[in-house]
């Protein structure tokens, strides 16, 4: 598969995946426009623009995690298939299951991934008494921190993202994809700390939700079909 296919997929996974995020996890950017200390500055504008600033903050703190835990997911995946015989492809079509499973997740249709996310939440046990030492926000620093924090959540939605890192062959590339994953869940994170009512409502609906998942478990059956069909013929 080649390596600009993965970014597209990795920047849809981000984009499509980020709808179900806002139903979910919208709370969280929502809680983090509200943990900024008021605005002292009267102009509206003013606020808009700060609250921007901000929100751009967190979401390279995230972006920064998702690179660093994708770069250690390719160098995983590098090692386990170094001398295995087709190893590469199999990774791949581990891939494309996720993404299916990912498309169920994000319709609503079978919340399978959930149980991931039970998983993570031992790792976020340790995590979150920090976060809330950074709180309330009132510097870029401390913005740059809990976005990095932030990162490490357990959602099935990053999970799913990180295993098809695992099957891009290396460490940089792995990083790479999960930057893309970051960059695509751009729109509706930021969105949601500024326009949260319209976006939700958007996010929330059975119809766009429904698109999103079908969307991505059609693409997740083609990566699979094209990495068992030559298999098929041998």
Request: glycine share 12%; charged share 10%; proline share 4%.
């Amino acid at each position: 598969m080649d390596f600009t296919y993965s970014i597209i997929s990795a920047l849809a996974i981000g984009f499509l995946g980020s709808l179900h995020c806002v139903g979910m996890c919208g709370g969280i950017s929502g809680a983090l426009a509200t943990a900024l200390k008021p605005a002292t500055s009267p102009s509206a504008m003013a606020d808009v623009s700060r609250r921007l600033a901000y929100q751009f903050m967190y979401s390279t703190g995230r972006l920064f995690s998702y690179a660093i835990a994708g770069g250690i997911a390719g160098f995983l995946g590098e090692t386990i298939t170094s001398g295995m015989p087709h190893g590469m492809s199999y990774l791949r079509t581990f891939a494309g299951i996720m993404l299916v499973l990912v498309g169920l997740y994000v319709s609503g249709w079978w919340m399978i991934l959930s149980k991931l996310e039970r998983v993570g939440t031992i790792l976020w046990k340790r995590i979150a008494p920090i976060t809330r030492q950074l709180m309330p926000v009132d510097t870029y620093p401390k913005a740059l921190a809990l976005g990095a924090l932030w990162g490490w959540l357990p959602c099935g939605l990053v999970y799913s993202a990180l295993s098809w890192s695992i099957g891009s062959g290396s460490t940089i590339n792995g990083a790479l994809l999960m930057l893309y994953f970051g960059i695509g869940t751009l729109p509706a994170m930021i969105g949601v700390g500024l326009f949260a009512n319209i976006l939700s409502d958007i996010a929330r609906s059975k119809a766009m939700r429904s698109l999103a998942g079908l969307s991505l478990m059609i693409y997740g059956v083609w990566i699979i079909w094209g990495h068992i069909q030559p298999h098929m013929h041998h």
